[in-house]
């Protein structure tokens, strides 16, 4: 009789590790790609990071060396890579399922995939896609009827694949890196190191490169060139062990720069040419913040848009600091204390943490009762736990904020300008302050009128870490400052339900931090810290009194106008009648007169104007 096997040992048989490529490759939405066309965002957006933290990274090491700045241009190019027809239902613009001719037979693709009729009746196929009923009869046409739910629906040519292609002109990657920058997750430089940069976890080429292959099943092309060494090209997927998988490596003959990188990667998505969520507004967005940067964009249709640099010099660069004892948890010290080279506690907190001086390392240790010689790997769990009270007990400077690399007041009112045409446009960069021991800072641009759209809410613009922010507002922290303010009191007319400002008015908000509390692995919004909010608030309130002043001016100037041209439709009759009671001829008299209008004020006559308040400045405002 054969040994009975117990339900644990069955059970466990079937458990076993996932890799972090195996599990994104299932859910690849966590990453941002929930969506064709916010899929299509997604590549262009990680390759276009990478390729600005690269060209930035070379552009501050040449500086060093020559004293001239090399200036960062990205190419970005969507090419057409596969066309097929689409089924759009009657009454809408949405594709909801796309057809494809294999020999004689037309079938149904969901999301890339192929679907099974449900049922076959002669020439018609009849399909179940999430509840909705698509019958397809080949009726020997070039295309299919097609029916959805019992209503005859539109088949439409459409794009199926779309080719990405983002160029720069960067360092360049070293041969042997290349591999694993494209086609290991969370692999790279940034997420150990305190410094602002728009990549933060490692993930995000690396995840473009995952979803190319899981949507057409092809392999990335990444092509790159270091200054002395000649272009290197490689096709590559990722493995499910998180291991990139080179196809093929070559050398390239030319290559558009001295040096730099080519990512290519075909992908299944949806091409929008207009709108918020667009490529177009993205890169325009993109190059708003980044105005030392030079983006030029190739569409689809071949139409070129150039968004030229209005700054003739980098920002300042961001530089790595420490970790801040207040904004450390449990792991994060236990992990630091294992890599730590310093021979006793004492060295460790004077020589790994900010703001930790050998005279504040010896109170915090005195006050904890801790040996200053202890050795910082055979510290156990009630130890460290003593030792992170009292560093969170301990009064500490601020951590440095040279970490932050601010867009600039200036550079970013000039560059606002050039995209709005705004007759009105205040900036305003805040200092530096501190959430969780990590620094941050609020930049802020208000802009009013000009050749900005009168119509709707305003435009809110968002961003983090000089990244546009085009998905989830409604759950962002800028979003929810800007719903808080009360645009009324500085001389907004008409605000929205929401509390969002209607009319020519665009609202621009970016945080700077070396972390940024993202919502998601998809980094499309910021996290709801009071912190945060409160000096987006502060930063709103300096640019909106500045506002409520060229408002007033404004309406001043525009009631003193009706007023004059009120008295010139009767200046001909008041003439007349002058030269009826005096010696005065009229035309002397009405002369006379439009002299005064021309004045600002009627000589010996104050115009009463309205009174108006300014409000106060919010609790630590000012600071």
């Known amino acids: 009789m054969a040994k009975e096997v117990d339900i644990a040992e069955t059970l466990g048989a079937q458990m076993k590790a996932v890799s972090v490529a195996e599990f994104f490759k299932k859910n690849k939405h ?34 060093r060396k020559t004293k001239q700045w090399a200036y960062p241009e990205i190419i970005v190019e969507i090419r057409k890579a596969e066309h097929g027809l ?117 993930i995000g080429i690396s995840s473009a490169v995952l979803y190319a292959q899981q949507t057409t099943g092809l392999p990335a092309v990444i092509t790159s060139k270091t200054e002395k060494n000649k272009a290197v090209q490689i096709k590559l997927t990722i493995a499910d062990n998180n291991e990139p998988n080179i196809h093929e490596k070559t050398t390239v003959q030319d290559f558009p720069y001295d040096h730099g990188t080519i990512f290519d990667a075909t992908i299944e998505a949806d091409y929008v040419a207009t709108g918020e969520k667009s490529v177009y507004e993205f890169l325009r967005r993109t190059a708003i913040v980044n105005p ?66 050998p005279g504040i390392a010896d109170d915090v240790l005195k ?44 550079a970013l009112k000039k560059s606002i300008l050039k995209d709005t045409k705004a007759e009105f446009v205040e900036t305003v960069s805040r200092k530096p302050t501190v959430y969780q021991g990590r620094p941050f800072l609020i930049e802020i641009a208000l802009a009013y009128g000009g050749g900005i759209n009168a119509e709707g809410m305003a435009e809110r613009l968002r961003y983090a870490n000089k990244i546009p922010l085009l998905h989830d507002a409604a759950g962002c922290a800028i979003t929810r400052a800007i719903q808080e303010m009360s645009w009324k009191q500085y001389g907004v007319q008409n605000v929205a339900q929401n509390g ?102 009627i000589d010996g006559e104050d115009i009463e104007e309205e009174k108006t308040v300014t409000p106060k400045p919010a609790e630590g405002e000012g600071e």
Not at 375 to 404: F, M, N, S, W, Y
């Open 86 to 202: 689409a089924i759009i239902p009657e009454g809408s613009d949405i594709p909801i399922a796309d057809i494809t001719k294999t020999g004689k037979t037309w079938d149904v693709e969901y999301f890339g995939r192929k679907l099974r009729a449900s049922s076959v009746e002669g020439e018609t196929k009849t399909y179940n896609i999430e509840g909705t009923k698509v019958q397809l009869t080949d009726t020997g046409a070039v295309k299919p009827q097609v029916f959805v739910n019992g209503a005859k629906a539109n088949v439409e040519e459409r794009t199926l694949k779309y080719q990405v292609v983002v160029t720069d002109n960067g360092p360049g990657i070293i041969e042997k890196n290349l591999p694993f920058a494209f086609g290991k997750l969370l692999y790279g430089s940034k997420f150990h190191r305190l410094r602002q940069s728009r990549g933060q976890q490692g």
């Open 367 to 410: 006050k904890i009762e801790m040996n200053p010689n202890a050795k910082p790997k055979e510290l156990g769990r009630e130890e460290i736990e003593k030792l992170l009270r009292g560093l969170h007990k301990t009064p500490l400077q601020r951590p440095p904020t040279d970490c932050l690399s601010p867009i600039g007041e200036d």
């Open 500 to 601: 969002i400002p209607m009319g020519p008015y665009v609202i621009l908000v970016h945080l700077a931090s070396v972390w940024v509390p993202y919502t998601s692995e998809g980094k499309s919004a910021i996290a709801n810290y009071d912190e945060i909010i409160k000096e987006i608030k502060l930063a709103l309130q300096d640019c909106g009194r500045k506002l409520k002043s060229f408002l007033s001016s404004k309406n001043k100037a525009q009631r003193q106008a009706e007023r004059k041209s009120m008295f010139e439709i009767y200046v001909p009759e008041l003439a007349y009648s002058l030269e009826q009671v005096t010696d005065e001829k009229k035309e002397i008299i009405e002369k006379d007169l439009k002299k005064i209008l021309g004045k600002d004020k």
């Open 30 to 63: 966590l990453l941002g790609f929930d969506s064709p066309v916010k899929s299509m965002l997604m590549v262009v957006k990680e390759a276009v990071d990478n390729s600005l933290d690269a060209t930035e990274d070379y552009a501050y090491e040449n500086f």
């Open 292 to 357: 030392h940067a030079t983006i030029l964009f190739i569409s689809p249709e071949k139409e070129k848009f150039k968004f030229a640099r209005t700054a003739n010099e980098l920002p300042l660069e961001s530089k790595e600091i420490k970790p801040h004892p207040h904004g450390l948890e449990y792991g994060m010290m236990q992990g630091l204390l294992e890599k730590t080279n310093a021979r006793n506690i004492r060295g460790f907190l004077s020589g790994d943490l900010s703001k930790v001086s």
